[in-house]
């Protein structure tokens, strides 16, 4: 792979753009400039991913944050379970994009969950 650009397999070495993955056709073509690369270039090619989440003090924060241990943001919402009046919350893409999101809400009490199609 010769080109402007020194690079590890995963990326154009022509543009720098990211390579698709190796398909069942045997080769790469990349989809800014449509260089091609063959299948030998991918031999033992392997990719690892590693995702750091901020980490946050809440030292400061003490009096905003429940120190119950919630499992997100943390919103006014009664549980109907025990009747807490606060929710922790996240949210996923479950559905087709052009409906809502599905939001799965944790009581900070008693760790009863729901969720609700938005």
């Known amino acids: 792979m010769a080109g402007v650009f020194s690079s590890s397999t995963a990326f154009c070495s022509r543009c720098g753009s990211i390579l698709p993955l190796l398909k069942e056709f ?26 750091h989440f901020n980490s ?4 400061n924060h003490k009096d905003i944050v429940n120190m119950d241990n919630p499992e997100g943001p943390v919103v ?8 807490g009046e606060r929710m922790s919350y996240a949210t996923l893409q479950l559905r087709s994009a052009d409906e809502g999101q599905t939001v799965f809400y944790t009581c900070i009490s008693c760790k009863y969950k729901e969720t609700e199609n938005s």
């Open 56 to 59: 946050v003090s809440l030292e």
């Open 26 to 51: 045997g080769f790469v073509k990349c989809y800014f400039c449509k260089e091609i690369y063959g299948a030998e270039n991918f031999n033992n090619l392997k990719f690892q991913y590693t995702i």
């Open 76 to 83: 006014e919402r009664k549980c109907p379970k025990c009747g």
